[in-house]
């Protein structure tokens, strides 16, 4: 059986400016009512990382990824995997 090992990565930087709060009035049309929903406001600087690697063999194809994302005031990481099949 042949295998067929690909491994991938990406770095990006992220600058955000300006008004970066995440503040929002929402309101249905019907409704003279409305709500302020806010949440934490995203970060000035941040790396957003990834990285993982595809191992195929024939029809099956298996990845395992890496994504994060780092700044001072925010840390986020996340691990995916799946399992493919082709027919």
């Known amino acids: 059986e042949n295998w067929n090992v690909r491994p991938f990565a ?11 709060a995440s503040v929002a009035n929402v309101g249905f049309a019907w409704n003279a009512g409305s709500v302020l929903i806010s949440g934490v406001p995203i970060a000035e600087d941040a790396a957003e990382l990834s990285g993982g690697v595809v191992v195929s063999s024939g029809a099956f194809d298996l990845e395992v990824s890496y994504d994060g994302t ?16 082709r027919f």
């Open 10 to 20: 990406s770095a990006a930087y992220r600058r955000a400016w300006g008004d970066r």
């Open 70 to 85: 780092i700044s001072d005031t925010f840390v986020n990481h996340g691990i995916n995997a799946g399992l493919k099949f």
